[in-house]
């Protein structure tokens, strides 16, 4: 799930009215434009949970009406009309569009559509945006789904996480087993050509046969995408504390490679194949170009509570909590929180961390004498591919794959 992280970085203040430096517009046309709209609200918290979101209790008496989802969408059209005049006159229609959560579908379909019809007014879809909402199985039916298609909404992304029970039980994910497969039909049904699952591996308790039994509802439901993350163990979130207290296990490092080696499997002779370490679609069409706007470095707008946003170079974040996020839109300003301005050399080494991560690889060319130095070793040790990088590209191996976060480390030297 694309969530926002709960910790901002520290950074230097934001202009009170939103502005970047004009370096960061200069030729701004040859870069796309994504949006990402973030939601903060989820019914429950999930235990492995560490995204920038909030459940009602936790908002009560926190914000007041401000923090009240009710007018949540009109909060994130005050944004949208900011990054308008922060943008001036830049050319560019969007490209992209990802609302992420949080639970972006307890807000009513028609609140969706409405902050989309404000991207579109604002700036202009682009032919073939691509639009996408993560959606809770448990949050949306058939009526749901039918609106946000009419509405310009066509890809949709469900959080499955697994297939059986007891492991969705350790997660604290409060949907059924099967509830996911039938809302792919049900997408389908309304229209969607484009729908991703995602899964989590990894979770304690979990067996080989759980993730194979999981995979293969996942591939059975008939998406043309699958993104199937390790998990993660965030500290301060209730399963790091479950774990501390010996109440249930820590999976390792090797489980991970073995889950990952069986997706892989799975995903490729069911006629997916991967194009991002953590992500398989089953033709180009079906790849998520928003995420892919992230990875190549292109510019987005984050719109709403800690959501991130880059233009030219220039990274900022918004303030956390959604009462004060309103609370400095309904005062004219910005309600960046902070932000930094990347060097080259910054640029340079994000190229490398996202680039290698995807099927294409990255340029040699992008990399230091070190860094080559590395690469040298990583292609004798079965880590990158032979033919691409005769051609001048860094492409990752299988085995690479399960090795990316010590490979990259090595050719960003």
């Known amino acids: 799930m694309e969530g926002m992280p709960s910790v901002l970085p520290d950074g230097e203040p934001v202009p009170a009215d939103g502005s970047l430096p004009p370096h960061a517009l200069a030729d701004a046309a040859s870069r796309p434009l994504g949006f990402y709209l973030h939601i903060p609200y989820c019914a429950t918290r999930c235990g492995y949970c560490d ?43 969007v490209q992209t569009v990802f609302v992420g959560g949080g639970t972006p579908t307890l807000l009513p379909a ?3 559509v409405r902050v989309l019809g404000a991207v579109r007014a604002e700036f202009g879809l682009a032919p073939g945006a691509e639009v996408t909402t993560e959606a809770n199985p448990e949050s949306v039916g058939p009526a749901y789904l039918e609106e946000l298609r009419g509405g310009g909404f066509n890809r949709m992304s469900f959080g499955m996480q697994s297939a059986r029970q007891h492991v969705l039980k350790v997660l604290d994910r409060t949907h059924t087993p099967g509830r996911p497969e039938a809302c792919v039909a049900e997408a389908r049904a309304a229209g969607f050509d484009h729908v991703n699952l995602d899964l989590i591996y990894g979770t304690p308790g979990e067996s080989d046969d759980d993730w194979r039994a999981s995979l293969e509802a996942a591939i059975g439901a008939g998406p043309d995408h699958v993104s ?25 490092d ?40 992230y990875w190549r470095g292109a510019d987005w707008w984050g719109a709403g509570p800690g959501a991130h946003s880059h233009v030219g170079g220039v990274r900022w974040w918004n303030v956390k909590h959604p009462g004060a996020y309103a609370q400095a839109l309904a005062g004219g300003g910005s309600p960046g929180a902070g932000r930094e301005v990347l060097s080259e050399e910054d640029r340079r080494v994000e190229r490398v961390l996202l680039e290698l991560r995807l099927r294409e690889g990255c340029p040699l060319s992008l990399l230091r004498a070190a860094g080559l130095e590395a690469a040298g070793r990583a292609l004798a040790d079965g880590l990158l591919e032979a033919g691409p990088y005769e051609d001048g590209r860094a492409v990752l191996t299988l085995r690479g794959r399960l090795l990316a976060d010590a490979v990259v480390r090595d050719l960003v030297d």
Request: aromatic share 8%; glycine share 8%; with cysteine.
């Open 228 to 252: 199937a993350y390790a998990l993660i163990v965030e500290e301060g979130t209730q399963l790091a504390r479950r774990i501390r207290r010996g109440e249930v296990p820590m999976t390792d």
């Open 51 to 93: 995204f920038n979101t909030y459940t009602a209790s936790e908002l009560r008496g926190s914000g007041g009406a401000l923090a009240s989802r009710d007018n949540y969408a009109d909060h994130l059209i005050e944004e949208i009309r900011l990054a308008r005049k922060v943008l001036g006159d830049d050319p560019r229609s």
């Open 110 to 112: 028609a609140d969706l």
């Open 254 to 293: 090797d489980v991970h490679a073995d889950r990952y080696l069986i997706a892989d499997s799975m995903l490729a002779e069911a006629g997916f194949s991967w194009y991002e370490v953590s992500n398989w679609a089953t033709t180009d069409a079906g790849r998520c170009l928003h995420n892919e706007l």
